[in-house]
């Protein structure tokens, strides 16, 4: 495919001098190298996999070398790609030395807007973290959060109100492309007082119960049967949350409430002194202290993922984009 060089003085069989690849060409490149492949650095960037493909090739053309081997399991550096990707590796980080100088430079005079639209749950338990860590890096960004369930985060997406909705629960709508960014786990709880605690199901009905902030005795497991037959303090219809249970559970008994957002759920567990299915996150201190106790149901897992989706049919504006990367590097580790 690449024809070796047959004369040292045919300018045309070197490499330009002076050639510096497109930023664009660089991110391309990079996110290959890292996702290992050019669908899943089309996703990252945002962009469609034509994009990231025709910009790889022209950069192979350019430089008369093989950059990846393709196959069907992905895409991988060939040798001479690993050379390339070091070299733009430095590059990338002097285009953000610049961006950065640029910024500061004249920060005064650039503002950009970003509106994103996030699921109750992210907006408690992760945005506060991200928005912080963006506006570091970003301090020329204004972001605007919009909190919804995840349903109507997605639908504010596909109407065209927000480019970018970070959202948990297993449905997507077809209109979105969507990447996940980790997992959430599901837990049952209940009051430390409730009867599943202050029972070892063995009729000892002598059993003290447990006090709030003492140590409460280990619940035995509870079945799926029971849960389902169970009245439980829920989140609203089209919540994350509502629809893993509901395809975990199946048939459900009228709940014994429905709450529109985390903490109000978080609340009326203790107040309703019933089961709750909430993130385990979110009653992490309660847990600790021994207000609730979390029950084993046996051989249920509720675990869920948490998503940022965007348009497939619009392109994303540079802020937007600049987002979405940020959310994947940082759920990945690399921004802190």
């Known amino acids: 495919m690449y024809p070796p060089r047959h004369d040292g003085n045919d300018a045309s069989s070197h490499v330009r001098r002076g050639y510096v690849p497109d930023a664009l060409t660089v991110d391309a490149v990079l996110a290959v190298a890292r996702h290992g492949g050019m669908n899943q650095a089309a996703k990252y960037l945002g962009v469609s996999q034509q994009a990231v493909s025709t910009r790889i090739a022209k950069l192979e053309k350019h430089l008369n070398t093989r950059v990846f081997w393709r196959g069907a399991a992905g895409s991988s550096t060939t040798e001479s790609g690993q050379k390339v990707v070091r070299a733009l590796e430095g590059l990338e980080e002097a285009l953000n030395d610049c961006a950065r100088g640029l910024e500061a430079a004249i920060g005064e005079d650039i503002t950009e807007e970003l509106t994103l639209v996030v699921s109750h749950t992210v907006a408690e338990l992760d945005y506060p973290r991200w928005a912080a860590a963006y506006q570091r890096a970003h301090p020329q960004t204004h972001l605007h959060m919009r909190q919804l369930n995840s349903r109507e985060a997605q639908h504010q997406v596909v109407q065209g109100q927000a480019e970018l909705a970070v959202v948990e629960g297993n449905w997507v709508a077809h209109e979105l492309h969507q990447r996940v960014l980790g997992h959430d786990e599901l837990v049952v709880v209940v009051p430390a007082d409730h009867h599943w605690v202050a029972s070892d199901n063995s009729d000892n009905d002598e ?34 949350t509502r629809e893993v249970v509901e395809d975990v559970l199946g048939r459900l008994a009228p709940p014994a409430g429905e709450f529109g957002s985390l903490g109000a759920q978080r609340t009326a567990i203790g107040a309703l002194g019933a089961p709750g299915v909430i993130a385990r996150r979110a009653v992490a201190a309660q847990l600790a202290t021994g207000d609730y106790v979390e029950v084993p149901v046996a051989g249920v897992s509720f675990d869920r993922p948490l998503r940022v989706v965007w348009s497939s049919k619009n392109q994303l504006s540079e802020p937007a984009h600049r987002f979405l990367r940020f959310l994947v590097d940082y759920q990945d580790g690399h921004v802190s």
Request: aromatic share 0%; no cysteine.
């Open 207 to 240: 059993r003290p119960a447990a006090r709030p902030g003492a140590a409460a005795p280990a619940p035995a497991q509870v079945t799926m049967e029971e849960l389902q037959s169970t009245p439980l303090v829920l989140r609203e219809q089209g919540s994350g």
